[in-house]
């Protein structure tokens, strides 16, 4: 099982500070000071900012986060961020200083290792396991947000394929990354397994780079051949991203890949 620790904020409206108690621990959160995935045009989230993360001011979050995933029993891959080059190509905004991407990666690199060291110094369930989330669509991204001595305290290599393009494939996509990746990479990094946590098709204002339409949602998890990788689910959080649309003919696109290697 896969779970997402996004600083992203979700929910409720307020956005303000928060005070809470933890296994008898008070905290006193502030509220999002961050701005992500400033695209223009658009309405750019809030997140919790990589300062607020570095100056200890989120260890409540990720208390409760603990207290959280402790109640499953269970363990599973922590997936730290969603998709750090989707929060970062148009650069973000904390307080009132803008960062560029490159600046964004550099900080959230800071902010992974913070929150990795947080996690570990406590008691985590049997199993546990940590990755970064990635979209995998820029190269340059995909090597700053990878250093060796991160991907030290990292159990697996993560991105999420996703059709942009009508003559993208699922394997092209997993392929592209990959093989960057393994262009570009240290050691500790190609020693790790890779999770595919998402894959899908993105609608058109998800992501207008490239030419093109991206192909039906239906028969895009049957563009694998034997050859390639399966992963977790077509579904994403991100506006933009799949739910299965059709639902019906997508669950069949589902049970005819699954039916075939390299699902079975």
Request: hydrophobic residues 35%.
């Amino acid at each position: 099982m896969n779970m997402v620790l996004e600083l992203k904020h979700y929910g409720a409206p307020n956005s303000g500070p928060q005070s809470f108690t933890v296994d008898g621990t008070s905290y006193t959160v502030p509220g999002p000071s961050m701005t992500i995935q400033q695209r223009p045009g658009t309405t750019w989230p809030k997140a919790y900012g990589y300062g607020e993360v570095l100056n200890g001011q989120c260890d409540g979050l990720f208390h409760r986060a603990l207290a959280q995933y402790r109640t499953l029993g269970f363990g599973v891959n922590i997936q730290l961020a969603s998709e750090l080059d989707t929060d970062h190509e148009f650069g973000t905004t904390e307080g009132s200083r803008a960062y560029t991407w490159a600046e964004s990666d550099a900080l959230a690199v800071q902010a992974m290792n913070y929150i990795l060291t947080w996690f570990k110094a406590r008691t985590l369930p049997a199993g546990t396991t940590f990755s970064i989330g990635l979209g995998g669509f820029d190269r340059a991204c995909f090597q700053r947000t990878h250093p060796e001595a991160l991907m030290s305290r990292l159990d697996f290599l993560q991105w999420n394929a996703y059709a942009t393009n009508a003559n993208d494939t699922a394997l092209s996509r997993f392929r592209r990354t990959k093989d960057w990746a393994v262009a570009d990479l240290g050691p500790v990094a190609l020693s790790r397994p890779v999770i595919i946590a998402e894959w899908g098709v993105r609608s058109a204002r998800s992501r207008t780079r490239r030419p093109g339409s991206p192909p039906s949602r239906r028969p895009w998890p049957s563009s694998t051949p034997s050859a390639g990788h399966g992963s977790s689910g077509p579904t994403t959080s991100t506006p933009g991203g799949a739910p299965l649309s059709p639902k019906a003919a997508g669950l069949a696109a589902l049970r005819a890949a699954y039916a075939t290697r390299p699902y079975v």
